[in-house]
Nanobody, 122 residues
Framework: QVQLVESGGGLVQAGGSLRLSCAASGSIFSINAMGWYRQAPGKQRELVATIASGANTNYAYSVKGRFTISRDNAKNTVYLQMNSLKTEDKAVYYC????????????????WGQGTQVTVSS
């Protein structure tokens, strides 16, 4: 069993900052890419940022320069530092990770966290 647990969401004023964390636990042999997505009310889930095992990163245009994704491989944790938050950043944020559960596993499987709410007030 693999679990991803997010934390760090909350209410912040526009212009403020939040740091999200997502820790993977359970049967983990190795982790490839990790990422953050978000879903606002009435909208589809969208990519926010991803980070490869080699630390290459990719960002949505709307967050580039404001958000930073990072990971701690020793802790199986991915972070999202969000600065200069805007009201349009309000959404439920989900982390995911491509995980190989065991040496015997055929490949990597994508796991998702349960989501954490980020609310930005004007």
């Amino acid at each position: 069993q693999v679990q991803l647990v997010e934390s760090g969401g909350g209410l912040v004023q526009a212009g403020g900052s939040l740091r999200l964390s997502c820790a993977a636990s359970g049967s983990i042999f190795s982790i490839n890419a990790m990422g953050w997505y978000r879903q606002a009310p009435g909208k589809q889930r969208e990519l926010v940022a991803t980070i490869a095992s080699g630390a290459n990163t990719n960002y949505a245009y709307s967050v580039k320069g404001r958000f930073t994704i990072s990971r701690d491989n020793a802790k199986n944790t991915v972070y999202l530092q969000m600065n200069s938050l805007k009201t349009e950043d309000k959404a439920v944020y989900y982390c995911n990770a491509d995980i190989k559960p065991s040496l015997a596993s055929v490949g990597y499987y994508r796991y998702w966290g349960q989501g954490t709410q980020v609310t930005v007030s004007s």
